[in-house]
Nanobody, 120 residues
Framework: VQLQASGGGLVQPGGSLRLSCAAS????????MGWYRQSPGKQRDLVAF???????NYADSVKGRFTISRDNAKNTVYLQMSSLKPEDAALYYC???????????????WGQGTHVTVSS
């Protein structure tokens, strides 16, 4: 199983970016999918997650500005980020709780991270 994140880049304050993360491999089912972020010298923090049924949860710092969504047919999770602030700059990681055809339960997999820089 692999998670491939994309969509990061440089954006000006107030701008928008859309991150994508596609899961591939011998996937039987995916439960929660989410995004975390980590700035240099800081811990990795939850940004948002979404359940298989579409229930969402956000960190207070991004509520009203970020929207998480998923396409179950494509095993893909998205993070639409708007009104970006310099403090949103970080390495963004996606994750997914995945059951494979050979596993007995769900395992959390992580993507490789995609950089988001917010600067004028």
């Amino acid at each position: 199983v692999q998670l491939q994140a994309s969509g990061g880049g440089l954006v000006q304050p107030g701008g928008s970016l859309r991150l994508s993360c596609a899961a591939s491999g011998s996937i039987l089912s995916i439960n929660n999918m989410g995004w975390y972020r980590q700035s240099p010298g800081k811990q990795r923090d939850l940004v948002a997650f979404i359940t298989r049924d579409g229930v969402t949860n956000y960190a207070d710092s991004v509520k009203g500005r970020f929207t998480i969504s998923r396409d179950n047919a494509k095993n893909t999770v998205y993070l639409q980020m708007s009104s970006l602030k310099p403090e949103d700059a970080a390495l963004y990681y996606c994750n997914a709780d995945i059951r494979t055809y050979t596993s007995h339960g769900f395992t959390r997999y992580w993507g490789q991270g995609t950089h988001v820089t917010v600067s004028s």
